[in-house]
């Protein structure tokens, strides 16, 4: 079972594993309780783009935005409005403060976060629409986190401003 939260408070708990690229109709028919948007099948296709196998941190270049918290650009694609990145973060390690100007997904492949919602771990979603501010996102436990994450529109972090 994975969790998906969307926008600021809402939970659909799916009961298809993402992770295992089970039956895609119903993650797709339950995201459409979330969001109406036509693109809702492009979103979760997006998503079934992120690697399958055990990533290997040591095989990517990797750009450190805060201390322990390090990012890898997978595909920018300014044309479909997308950017694909893993992000792979010590435990304890926290992003700056950032505003998202488009909708992000995250697919967790490995360890756990923390953000004012709740905590995502190995298969958990995490959907957070334009306009959101994430304060506060931090790893949990002892396992490094790594994560997939898909962009539709720039985020801005808050330090930048």
Known sequence: MIKLRSGYTE??????????????SAVLLLMRRISPAGHVRDRVLDLARAPRDPIDVSRYAWLERAP????????????????TC????????????????????VLVLQGAFRDERGTYRAGDVCHSRAGYTHHGETVVGDEDCVCYVVYYGAIEFLGER
Not at 68 to 83: C, I, Q, S, T, W
Request: cysteine-free; aromatic content about 4%.
């Open 68 to 83: 322990g918290f390090k990012v890898h650009v997978l595909e920018d694609d300014p044309a479909a409005g997308r950017r």
């Open 11 to 24: 939970t659909v708990r799916l009961v298809t594993p993402l992770a295992n690229r089970g039956s895609l």
């Open 86 to 105: 893993l992000v792979w973060a010590r435990p304890g390690a926290a992003p700056p403060g950032h505003l998202h100007h488009g909708d992000e997904n």
